[in-house]
């Protein structure tokens, strides 16, 4: 069998299984083709997808803008480690810096990295600038959080899937429940070795969790008053997903933009990825003001592959696509109407409980045990309908299609959800 030759679904998958490393568990579907909101399999099924790369695909499949960019840039100049200068990465920080007004961008490749290397800024700045005894430096995080994969990552992670059997763990965090204040209060007058407060705006992974109004705002107040760095994973919330350019952003207007001039939550460390690059690259990156970021020597931090050429290129395509076709706005109304017609449907269908969620970043909850596979059950039914989804934990479905949805289309979708709900037999 030549590699390129023609796969069946049940060969692609049978060939993941005997020469991949089990560490995901896919939705039995195999995909060859992806354009706009919609993927084709290998036997030419057309799909909605309802998860887009864990919304690393907001700009939607293979955006031409996107697509653009990056192929010119590969047969410009793909890599040249940092090294040397390249003539894209200097553009690329000013753009993306002004973007999302901070000073200062640290690019990294995956939501990992960046992850990790804002834990490394925020113990160098306690040492250096808050003067925190060497090693004593703690970084508050929250139960149930999602981060990444990484040894650090996984030592401050409460999922014991994720955990188990890969001691011994990084030390240096203290975790607190997630939208609870009193526990931050409490965290942080407990030690006067505190670098930072590192959460994310909605819990995706844990189950789209939107935390009370005001918690993000009156947490990062906390954060100031202890002079705390407060760190903001947005890799999955970030770029317009949950309505706003970021979800930090809060209800400032998105009407010119994309709201990043007035954010109600202004972190001291954002943390970006998956979208940054519409899907098409790895590309991440950290952001933070001067103060923050110039602890950041040469020879502290780096990847060989961290703010190549072809990244700078495809970032700012991305970004510009974001702010030409108002993707935050798109979501925000979109958003609404998905959990109006949901919520409508839960009241009289007993097998799901509630919708929740932000712009277009939401979850049903179905009404299961946490262990059953009801939820798995639907997404295989709502594939055979054509549309695309999987379950966070359990019984609950995340719903997060590419942000470039028309209202036409999304109104098709949640006729798909419902039917598919309606008619399904446990
Ligand atoms: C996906 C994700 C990460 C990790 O990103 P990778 O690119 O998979 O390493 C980190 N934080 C959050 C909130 C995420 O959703």
Redesign the pocket.
Known sequence: MAVLDQLTSQEAIELENKYGAHNYHPLPVVLSRGEGVHVWDVEGKKYYDFLSA??AVNQGHCHPKIVDAMTQQAKTLSLTSRAFYNNMLGRYEKFASEYFGFDKLLPMN????A?ETALKIARKWAYEVKGIDENKAEIIVCENN????TTTIISFSNDPVARKNFGPYTKGFLKIEYDNLQELQQALESSNTIAAFLV?PIQ??AGVYVPSEGYLAAAKKMCEDHNVLFIA?????GIARTGRLLATCGNCSCEDKNCSGTPEVKPDIL?L??ALSGGAY?V?AVLANNAVMNVIKPGNHGSTFGGNPIAAAVAMAALEVVADEKLAINADRLGNIFRAELAEFCKENDLVKSVRGKGLLNAILINDTEDSATAWNICIKLRDNGLLAKPTHGNIIRFAPPLVMTEEELRDCIEIIKNTISDFKK
């Open positions: 864990y919304s995956t939501g990992a990295e992850v999602f981060h990444g994969r994310e995706g992974e994973d947005e890799v999955q919330t943390i990825g998956k790895p991440s």
